[in-house]
């Protein structure tokens, strides 16, 4: 039996591959589409990302300076 790669697993079949999902690519853009909607700052933001910033907000330890409370990913 010959191997394949899993790459050419993932062509579409008129391309010789079996049109198989690539599963972390499908998750690492699931994780995207959750970011931008955690990004949305507009008023129709989710609430899950409303109670995100709380549950984080709540989660710092005491004395924490106000600048490093910045969502960490709009900083630079």
Do not use: V
């Not at 010959?2 to 699931?30: Q, V």
């Amino acid at each position: 039996m010959s191997k394949i790669a899993l790459e050419n697993l993932h062509c579409p079949i008129n391309e010789g591959g079996l049109n198989l999902i690539d599963i972390k690519t499908r998750n690492d853009a699931i994780e995207i589409m959750w970011l931008k909607a955690y990004l949305d700052f507009s008023p129709s933001r989710p609430t899950w990302a409303k109670i995100t910033d709380l549950i984080i907000d709540a989660s710092m330890p005491q004395g924490t300076n106000a600048q490093t409370c910045i969502n960490c990913f709009l900083q630079t």
